[in-house]
C-alpha cells in the first residue's frame, strides 16, 4: 500500500490552492498558500517531516501553466513532480460541471490515484528559450500582415492607387508619397503604422539572425533543410515545436500533435471523420507543414499520392496528405537518424498505391 503525500496544486500568480492528501490514512486537507518560494519550500518540508519514516514519497502534482518550470526548480528532488495535462482531462458531465480551484485540485488528484492523469511534455530550458525565440518571429510576422493588410485595405476604400508591389523598396517610396498627400488624419495614421512597419521588419531581421545561429548549432533542423520546401526558419521552428523526438513513440502521435489527424465519431458500426485540429494541437506546427506542402508535394516521394488524392478530393486534401507524409518522413530522420530521400522505396510505393 503507498503512503505517500500527494500534493495536487492550482498555481497562481498570487495564491496556490493545494490539496494534500495522505495515502497512509486517507485523509485530505486544502491549503491556500502564497506564490511564494519560502511558502511552497515550507509545505513541502511539512510534507516530507510526515513521509520520512514511512521511507515513502511527496508527489507534486501541478497543471501545465505559467509557473511550473519555476516550481519544478525550486523543488528539485524533494518531490515527485508530475505536470498534468488538463487539455487531455475527461470532462465531468455537464450538469456537475463547475470549475474553482477546489475542484480542479481534486481532479487532478483523482486521476492521478486511478493512473489516468496524462502527462505534459516538459521541454527543457534551453529548449523553451528557442520556442520564445520561434514563436517572437511568429508574433513579429502576424503583427506585419495585419499592418500591411491594414495599408492595403485603406488604399481600396479611399484611393484609385495601383496597390501591386507595394512592400517593396521601390513600393516602400511610393507610400512616402501617398501618406504625404492623405488628409491630415490620414496621414497621421498612415504615417505612424508605416514607421511601425519599419520597425518591425527591423526587429525581424534581428530574430532570425538568431534563428540562423541556432540553425548552426542545431544537427536536428539541419537535417529538416535537406528537404526541398522546407528552409533555414521553417526547420528550426519545427524542430523547436516537436520538441525531443523521444516523446513520440510513432509518427501518427507526431501527426495527431500536429493537428493534421482527422477526428473521428465512432458508433457501433458507424465511423465517420471529421475536421483536423482540435485542442491540444499546434496549430502553428501544421502551418509550417501545410506551407512546406507547396514545393514538397512535387518532391517524386510525394508527388504520385498527391497527384491521386488532388483528382479526386482536391488540391487542400492534397496538400493535407502530403503534409502527413512529410512529417512521417520527419519522424523518421529524427527519431532514428535517417537522411531524407527525395524517392520512396519499392516498398513504400506499393504501400501508397494500395
Known amino acids: 500500500m503507498n503512503q505517500n503525500i500527494i500534493l495536487s496544486t492550482d498555481y497562481h500568480d498570487q495564491n496556490c490552492v493545494v490539496r494534500w492528501f495522505d495515502e497512509a490514512n486517507g485523509k485530505e486537507q486544502v491549503h491556500k498558500v502564497a506564490t511564494d518560494a519560502k511558502q511552497l519550500s515550507d509545505l513541502v518540508t511539512r510534507a516530507e517531516a510526515v513521509v520520512k519514516p514511512r521511507g515513502a514519497l ?11 518550470a519555476r516550481v519544478e526548480a525550486l523543488l528539485g528532488r524533494r518531490v515527485v513532480f508530475h505536470l498534468a495535462n488538463v487539455l487531455q482531462m475527461p470532462l465531468p458531465p455537464k450538469a456537475r ?19 489516468e492523469l ?13 520556442r520564445r525565440l520561434v514563436a517572437l518571429r511568429e508574433n513579429l510576422v502576424s503583427r506585419r500582415t495585419a499592418l500591411r493588410n491594414w495599408l492595403t485595405r485603406y488604399l481600396a476604400h479611399e484611393t484609385w492607387e ?18 504625404a498627400t492623405a488628409p491630415r488624419w490620414d496621414r497621421l495614421v498612415c504615417e505612424t503604422k ?26 536536428q533542423a539541419q537535417r ?33 500533435y500536429a493537428g493534421l489527424a482527422p477526428g473521428v465519431q465512432q458508433s457501433d458500426e458507424t465511423r465517420r471523420h471529421g475536421r483536423i485540429g482540435g485542442g ?40 493535407l496528405v502530403v503534409a502527413r ?27 501508397q498505391i494500395n
Open 162 to 179: 495601383d496597390r501591386s508591389g507595394l512592400w517593396s523598396q521601390k513600393g516602400r517610396a511610393r507610400w512616402q508619397k501617398l501618406a
Open 118 to 130: 496524462p502527462l505534459a511534455h516538459r521541454p527543457p530550458a534551453w529548449w523553451r528559450q528557442v
Open 280 to 319: 491540444g494541437t499546434d496549430r502553428h506546427l501544421r502551418h509550417y507543414l501545410i506551407e512546406a506542402t507547396v514545393w514538397a508535394r512535387h518532391i517524386p516521394r510525394y508527388k504520385g499520392a498527391y497527384e491521386r488524392t488532388s483528382k479526386r478530393r482536391g488540391n487542400k486534401i492534397g496538400r
Open 97 to 115: 460541471r463547475r470549475k474553482t480551484d477546489k475542484i480542479d485540485t481534486a481532479r487532478l488528484q483523482r486521476e492521478y490515484r486511478n493512473g
Open 58 to 68: 511527496v508527489v507534486w502534482i501541478q497543471e501545465s501553466t505559467t509557473g511550473w
Open 224 to 256: 529538416l533543410d535537406g528537404i526541398h520546401g522546407i528552409g533555414v526558419i521553417a526547420a528550426t521552428s519545427i524542430v523547436a515545436r516537436i520538441g525531443p523526438i523521444g516523446r513520440f513513440e510513432c509518427p501518427e502521435q507526431l501527426i495527431a
Open 194 to 219: 508605416l514607421e511601425e512597419l519599419d520597425r518591425l521588419e527591423e526587429r525581424l531581421d534581428q530574430v532570425q539572425t538568431a534563428m540562423h545561429d541556432v540553425f548552426k548549432q542545431w544537427p
Open 325 to 351: 507524409m512529410l512529417l512521417r518522413s520527419i519522424w523518421r530522420m529524427l527519431r532514428k537518424g535517417e537522411a531524407f530521400t527525395p524517392t520512396a522505396s519499392k516498398q513504400t510505393r506499393e504501400k
